[in-house]
């Protein structure tokens, strides 16, 4: 198994670009969410989902769009990318079997907007 | 939504000592409450969870205890080591049980 896979593992920017980062995972997981990580706050829910076809929002999904049409994958999509879109993206899918929710993560993009 | 708070946000240890790290969480709802570690570089990694039918739960060097009425939990390492150093991160899940809500991180350095 791969786990969880994210491309690219390094992005740089303009503002106004746009871009897709990928996020995969082969383990069948229904739960797939996206987080960014910036210096002293954690790790902030930008979009969720339960399964293929369904997507919600969480903490901070201003300027961000997200799709499932598969279990497999799971992309993020910046419309216009800002510098304050800068940060480190990571993808998880989490195990939701039996009640347990074990979340694995992603590698990790590092986003620059310039 | 769920609010996690974390503290410290430093922590600095003698080998061999013990370091605890506190959170609180805000929806009485939230049922799993997992801890994280993750090194400089690289992705966050699941360390020991533990459920809200649950008020304590140890796996060798590490433990974390539960306490629902207050709404707080904590992790404990005993014996640290070198390799210990890392950033951790508690997390809760929330009502729905869907979204994981993050603490900001402690940073812990275990000094030889």
């Known amino acids: 198994n791969a786990g969880v896979t994210q491309t690219p593992k390094f992005q740089v920017l303009k503002t106004g670009q746009s871009m897709t980062l990928q996020c995969a995972q082969d383990m069948n997981h229904e739960y797939m969410s996206w987080y960014r990580q910036d210096p002293g706050m954690g790790l902030r829910l930008i979009h969720y989902?339960?399964?293929?076809?369904?997507?919600d929002q969480g903490e901070v999904p201003n300027g961000y769009n997200v799709s499932r049409s598969t279990t497999e994958d799971f992309p993020l999509r910046l419309l216009s990318a800002a510098p304050s879109q800068t940060s480190v993206y990571f993808c998880?899918?989490?195990?939701?079997?039996?009640?347990?929710?074990?979340?694995?993560f992603g590698p990790g993009t590092r986003l620059t907007v310039t | 939504g769920e609010n996690v708070e974390q503290h410290p946000s430093t922590l600095s240890v003698q080998e061999g000592d013990s370091a605890v790290i506190k959170c609180t969480y805000s929806?009485?709802?939230?049922?799993?409450f997992p801890w994280y570690k993750q090194e400089l570089g690289k992705r966050p990694q699941l360390i020991i969870d533990i459920r809200s039918n649950v008020g304590e739960k140890k796996d060798q060097r590490i433990a974390v205890t539960l306490n629902k009425t207050a709404k707080h939990f904590s992790l404990h390492i005993t014996e640290t080591q070198p390799e210990d150093s890392a950033v951790y991160f508690c997390a809760a899940t929330g009502a729905t049980g869907n979204q994981f809500y993050f603490g900001t991180g402690t940073s812990l350095t275990v000094i030889p």
């Open positions: 989902s339960v399964g293929a076809g369904i997507t």
């Open positions: 929806d009485s709802a939230s049922n799993y």
């Open positions: 998880a899918s989490t195990d939701a079997g039996g009640g347990v929710r074990e979340q694995y």
